[in-house]
Each structure stands twice: as C-alpha cells, then as structure tokens.
C-alpha cells in the first residue's frame, strides 16, 4: 500500500496489528551476527522445513521470523517464542523438532534448552521468560528497541511496532523549527563518540543559506571492538530511515546517504530493502507521504578505513575520494559534503529520534543524566559471562553493567580493566566502577565512552600489551597526511614493543610521555589527537604494570612472550589434555604421570594453560 | 585480461555513473568480481571515469578492502577485533601462517589461500572468531586452526 496521505497510516497500521495478532504463537529465530554465526540460519530453515509439511494449530508458517541480535549473543542461537517470552538458548538444528513437538505443540517447555542462572549457592535455577533474567532486567531499550522483536525486512513489522508514527506526527502537527527545538530539548547528544548535541547541530545546518543541504548517517563503526550500529543496521534498518526523514524535514534536505562500511555486507542489504520498501510505501522520493517533502536515501559503500568515520573523510569518501580528513577551521554542518552543509549523525542518533519525537523532549530527558539524557547502548565484550548488546539509561556505574548485567569476569577470574571508546579511548580499573556512564565523567577519568565498544579484562590481560595492540590498530590506520600522527604514533608503538620484549628503559618511558602530549595537540584530526590515549590511561593506572616489564623484565599478566616461561607443577594428573592442546607438540608424559615442557621446543601461546584442569601450569 | 574479462569491466562501468564521483564503487565492484583490482583494469577505470591514473591508485591502496594481487580460492579471515585479540587471536594468526606459509594479506602460491585480518565480525560471544570464505569458526582452539581450513 502506498501511503499518499497521513490518515493512510493509522490504517494501513491497524491492518498490520490486526495480522500480527492473530499469529496466536510466534517464533522469533535470532539471526544477528553471534547467532548466525553459530548456524542460526540452518534453525531457521529446519523450523519452516518440518512446519511446511505439519500444520500446527497457532502456528503460521509466517509466524516463524528470523529477527536482528536479540542482545544476550553469549547464549546464542536464540529461539524466543511469543507471547510467554520463552527464551531457549544454545540451540542447535537438531532441536528445532524437539521445540515443535513440545513447546508449540504439546505447550511444554524443553528444560535444557532454558537459560540457567547461577545462585549464590553454585546451584543453578532455570528462567522461563526473557524478561525475568538479569542481563534484560536492568536494561532500558530504545535506539535498540526494535532489534530482536522484528523482521527487518518486512516493513509491516515496524508500522505494526508504531514505525514511521514519529515522522506522521512531524509533518502534520510541526514545524522544522518545533522539531529542531524538541531534539535541542531532549539534550540529546551524539552517539558516535563525540556527544556533541545533535539539536544545535540541526540548527546550525538549517540557518545557512544554502540551495542544497545533505543529512548523511554515519555507519562506518570504526571501533574494531564494537558491533552495536552493525545490529541496529542489520535488525531494524527502517528506525535510521525514520530518523534521518524527520531530519531532512528540519533542516531542508532532499538527498542524503547511509556510509556503511564493507566488511558489513548484511547491513548493506537490509538497509537496501528497507530503502526500497519505504520508498515503495511513499516513506521516501518525491512526496512523502502525500506532503511537499522530498527526500531520498543512497548507501554508499566505505572501504574499511578507520580514518573514514571522521567526518570530513567520510564526505570524502562518499565524493568518490580518498577519506582523507581536512582541517576544520569550518565545520562539516556548514561546508560538507560537496561543501554543502551537511547533517551527519550516527547510525544510533537517528536510531533514537522517532522516540523523542512520539515521547516528547521532556520523556527522554527524564531519562538519564542532566547532561548525558536518554540511554546508551553497548556492545559488551571481552573477559566477561554475558557477551551481547546492551543497552542501559546514562548514568547507571559501570559496575552495574559489568556485573548485573554482564554477571562478571569470565570463569570467575579477578576483574582487571574496562576498556571503552575503542582505539580513541582508555582503560579504567576496578576502583573507577562506581564511575556513572555518561559523556562526561569517563573522559574526566581517562577514558570515554565513545560510541559504545566495551571490553572486560581480567588478570590475564596484559595492559602493556593492550596499549600496543590499539596503537597498531591506529598505525595501520592513520591517513598519513599529518606528520605527528603518521610519524609519532609509529614510533610510539616501536617504543611500546619494546616494553613488552624487555627490551625498554625508564627514559624510553618518559620520551613516550612526551611523545604522547606532542601528537595530541599537534595532529589535524580525532584519530591522532586521541590517539595517545589507550598508552596514556593504561600508563596512569597500571604503572606498576609498566614497571614490571622495563625493571624487572617481568609480566605479571603472563602474556608478553619475551618474558615468560611455562612450567608444569605437581597438581599435575597426567591427564594428557594439554599434551592434546598443544600445537607444537612441546609436551611429553604419560598417562598419570607428571607432564614436562620442553623450553625449546614452546612457542608461549598458552594453550596448555586455558585447557588444564588442574592449575598445574605456571606461567613466570 | 580476456575478452569475457572486458565485458564484465564493460557491465560494470556501464552500471555505475561514469564520473570521478564512482571511483569508489567501481572499484569495489571489480574487486567484487575479479576478486582483486587487476592493473588493466585499474587502467581502463582510470580512463572511463576521467580520473588520473595516480588517484585510482591512490584508492585502491588507501582502503583495506582492496587488494592489487590475486587472492586465492579460500579467503581465511582471522579477527583481530579487539575481543579477540584479547583471547588470543595472535596465535591463531600465528599458527595459520606458520601452517600455510604465507603472512597475513599474502596469498599461497598455487592461488588456494590467502590470510586476511579482519576488525570485529559481531560474534564476540565466540571470540577468537576466524571466517573461512563466509563460513563462521567460533572459540577457535590453536591445535585445531589448520584442520578448520583444510575441511572440506
Ligand atoms: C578517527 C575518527 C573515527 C570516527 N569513527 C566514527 C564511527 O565509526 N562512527 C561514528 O558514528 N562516528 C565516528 N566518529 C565521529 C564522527 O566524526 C562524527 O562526530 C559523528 O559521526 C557525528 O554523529 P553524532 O553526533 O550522531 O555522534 C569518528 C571520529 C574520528 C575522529
Ligand atoms: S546475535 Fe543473537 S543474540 Fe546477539
Ligand atoms: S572482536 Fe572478534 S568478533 Fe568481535
């Protein structure tokens, strides 16, 4: 149906509810990034397999819909079945029958499929609804409020989910400038790293006189640690779509593109048909729904560049060019892309307008922090139990996502550091988990938030090593345009391998600090200016770490391989598990009988330390 | 290149606008199909799209995803995300490239395999992640790395 006039909608939308409803059972099968890579995709097939050929009553095979990253990844393949919430974890091809003749048939559960969590006791107790279990119990969700609940690429879904509601309500009921002032309002603040407020940015772009303006998304998610855009993208494409109309509506603009990067060729997809099918249903083109508004969206492709998610390279980069940034003597909003204004905000910025916009500014800013409204999502990671998509209301401590939510280290080990902000951010140790989330206080302590990368380590990461592997990330990445970048970043990270072989001295500390301040202030973009940051903050609270490695030539984490060598001590068993494990075939002994490494032969990588059962390997 | 070469370039540049502004695209449109940017093709782009030959490979060597040599048949992509680099995708890589003989973004010689890197794939949950083409491998284990590409 083709939405020619405003009044369509609320029927077309009825239509949709009415059809959704009458689906008295429905089964969500995850298919975001962690599930499918788990095979998420042969379950889906299995279910509309055995469904086609059995009818079932209160089950359509329509019923039966692959959905984004529902958010808890750590327990995937998820299958969730609607309305009771019936989450079943770690499933595999040969359940999915198993799940039919039970649950949808007999309405049975299948226990081993629940989500188990851990009492105080070490005994487990099992979780029937999704809701109940902590890692979705303390989250709020509203830029990832649809990913997990709908087919992206059936836009009934998200009408039916009150889609584009947001942008009817715009064009009937308020003026660019309303809308300006609401999102100025809502202290909204952007969501790709550098928070600034979205609401002045959209107000400086409208004042300019100009005869063509551009609203662009930027979904390049540069963080190697991060998948957060990539989820919204790929699970509810029309919500950024919705976003960046209402945007167009506010500042004028009738073109604008969405920059995905590459290595994200599903997003690219999703986001196509849900550019086709907005504009099918008079979302987009000529005008939108029935009023004088123009606007359409391309997706230009980026080619896997840090760098390009800087916003003068990244309009680069959409002109066809090396994404190469410039000096900003004059912002992107006023000379952009084709050095035209230009309104570029993050895939989750625009993720979130809709909801200000139907909520009100008040609502939003009711949530949060007063400087840091509304909520944040993240992508938890690392040394921590419950990996997957968070997203969580500013301001709650860092503790509680990485313990409430996260449930802690991995295997119990002892908490180390929180990484966040990616290559641009830092590190903060466990007497900074009381810390509030928000723009803020982070980058006071050290680190920031940035767009949403949040990586858990424990004991066993090594913070020497951490600092060096983001400054190779940034070495590999920067443009090379400036000299203090392309340069001093280099020699930084010559200097911090240096550390981690042994092979370093106080000075050459020092000289890293001084080094540190020079590319800081003297680089031209965000990538240099910050990045000193992973050595900075890790050097302010781990020290000692540093010291360990250049005085005693030690690391304490056991991971720098110059500096360590694995023994075999006698909790030994002689259980031939690390014999098994280890790949260069270092490691003799006999069944029952105390297993020796042979120092020439061991290349360090640790293998027989994550396999023993015992503790019986040291690590010096 | 041959002649069936020439019309898949020809197909390409008649899909994409022939403007300096394509460049890009064009380009991710012949890696697509010839699996890397041949030199002639980097040539007759150069031409189409009026763009001097120097910046199509000022391109084509900025971004990552492009490669100027031939790629091999199985494309082995190990993560070094920041999750995984954490657990332990160093040796992973390691014992890929001491198993295939060939560095990260080189190709064997016989035009089987070639070792990419790649930035955080989605699937932390399972980290370290190595991709073999588009197939997932998920908690890879070092002893097990060379039999995961070899399969199959
Ligand atoms: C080196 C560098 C990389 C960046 N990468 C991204 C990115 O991947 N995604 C993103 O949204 N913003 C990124 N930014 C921030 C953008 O420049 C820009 O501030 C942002 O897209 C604006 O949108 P927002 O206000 O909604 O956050 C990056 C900035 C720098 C300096
Ligand atoms: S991918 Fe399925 S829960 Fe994240
Ligand atoms: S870091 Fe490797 S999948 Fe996320």
Redesign the pocket.
């Known amino acids: 149906m083709r939405i020619d006039s405003i009044d369509k909608l609320a029927a077309w939308r009825d239509e949709c509810r009415k059809r959704l409803d009458s689906q008295k059972k429905k089964v969500l099968v995850c298919l975001g990034p962690g599930c499918l890579a788990g095979g998420s995709d042969k379950i889906l097939e299995e279910f509309h397999e055995i469904l086609s050929k059995k009818k079932i009553t209160d089950v359509t095979l329509e019923a039966v819909k692959k959905t984004g990253c529902h958010g808890f990844c750590a327990q995937g393949p998820l299958v969730i079945i609607e309305p009771e919430g019936i989450f079943y974890t770690k499933v595999k091809k040969a359940h999915v029958k198993e799940i039919i003749e039970t649950t949808l048939e007999k309405g049975e559960l299948v226990e081993k499929l629940l989500y188990k969590e851990r009492n105080g006791d070490g005994t487990d107790h099992a979780i029937v609804d999704y809701h109940d279990i902590p890692f979705y119990k303390y989250q709020k969700r509203i830029s990832l409020r649809n990913v997990g609940q709908i087919d992206p690429d059936r836009i009934t879904d998200y009408i039916a989910a009150g889609g584009y509601s947001a942008l009817a309500k715009t064009l009937s009921s308020m003026t660019p400038q309303e809308v300006i002032d609401q999102i100025t309002k809502s202290g909204l603040r ?5 928070g ?1 407020p ?1 609401g002045r ?1 959209w107000a400086t772009c409208a004042k300019i006189e100009s005869d063509i303006r551009y609203v662009l998304c ?1 979904g ?4 190697p640690g991060a998948f957060m ?1 990539r989820c919204i993208m790929e699970g509810d494409p029309h919500s950024i779509l919705e976003g960046m109309i209402i945007c167009a509506y506010a500042v004028g603009s009738r073109e604008g593109y969405i920059y995905v990067r590459e290595e994200y060729p599903l997003a690219v997809i999703n986001l196509q048909n849900a550019i086709d099918s907005a504009r099918e249903h008079g979302f987009l083109g000529e005008n939108i729904m029935g009023t004088d508004l123009c606007y359409d969206i391309k997706i230009a492709r980026g080619g896997g560049a ?2 390009c ?3 003068s390279a990244l309009m680069k980069s959409v002109a066809g060019e090396v994404g190469e940034p410039r000096a900003k003597y004059v912002r992107s909003v006023v000379k952009g892309l084709h050095d035209k204004p230009t309104v ?4 989750e ?1 625009f993720a979130t307008i809709p909801v200000i916009i139907n909520e009100g500014a008040d609502w939003f800013a009711s949530i949060g922090t007063e400087k840091s409204t509304g909520t944040k999502a993240f992508s938890l990671a690392g040394k921590v139990k419950n990996t997957g998509l968070v997203e969580v209301p500013m301001g709650v401590t860092l503790r509680k996502i990485i313990f409430d939510i996260g449930g802690g280290a991995l295997k119990d080990r002892k908490f180390k550091a929180v990484q966040t902000g990616g290559p ?1 951010g830092g590190c903060l140790p466990e007497d900074k988990l009381d810390l509030p989330v928000d723009f803020d206080t982070l980058t006071k302590a050290g680190s920031m938030m940035g ?1 949403g990368g949040m990586i858990v380590m424990d004991d066993r990461t090594c913070m020497v090593a951490v600092a060096r592997y983001f400054l190779g990330v940034l070495v590999k990445e920067s443009c090379g345009k400036c000299v203090p970048c392309r340069e001093g970043l280099y020699q930084l990270h010559k200097l911090c391998t240096k550390i981690t072989k042994g092979k370093a001295t106080e000075d050459d500390l020092n000289l890293m600090e001084n080094l540190s301040r020079v590319i800081s202030v003297a680089s031209l ?3 240099g200016q910050s990045g000193p940051n992973p050595f900075v903050s890790t050097l302010r609270y781990f020290r000692d770490e540093y010291m360990a490695h250049i005085r005693d030539k030690k690391c304490p984490a056991g991971v720098c391989r110059e500096l360590i060598t694995f023994n075999i001590n006698d909790q030994c068993t002689g259980c031939l598990a690390c014999i098994a494990a280890c790949p260069v075939e270092a490691i003799t002994g006999e069944k029952k009988k105390l297993h020796v490494i042979n120092q020439d032969l061991c290349t360090k990588c640790g293998s027989c330390y994550e396999v023993c059962n015992f503790d019986a390997v040291d690590i010096k | 290149m041959t002649q069936t070469d020439m019309t898949k370039l020809d197909k390409i540049f008649n899909n994409n606008p022939q403007s300096p502004g394509s460049l890009i695209t064009v380009l991710q449109d012949i890696q697509r199909e010839f699996r890397y940017l041949p030199r002639e093709a980097l040539e007759k782009t150069a031409e189409i799209l009026n763009v001097p030959l120097s910046k199509v490979y000022s391109a084509s060597t900025f971004y990552a995803v492009f490669s100027l040599k031939p790629r091999g048949e199985k494309i082995v992509r190990v993560c070094k995300g920041t999750a995984c680099h954490i657990k332990g995708a160093d040796i992973i890589l390691e014992q890929l490239e001491s198993g295939l003989g060939i560095k990260a973004g080189e190709t064997t010689k016989d035009l089987k395999y070639t070792i990419e890197l790649v930035n955080c794939v989605g699937a932390c949950a399972l980290a370290p992640v190595m991709l073999v083409n588009e197939k997932y491998y998920g908690n890879v284990r070092c002893d097990r790395v060379m039999k995961l590409v070899e399969k199959d």
């Open positions: 952007g969501r790709g790293g550098g600034f979205t940015k930027n390049d998610e540069g963080d855009d840090f760098v998610g800087e916003s570029l905000n993050n895939v910025t641009s767009s973009c965000g990538l």
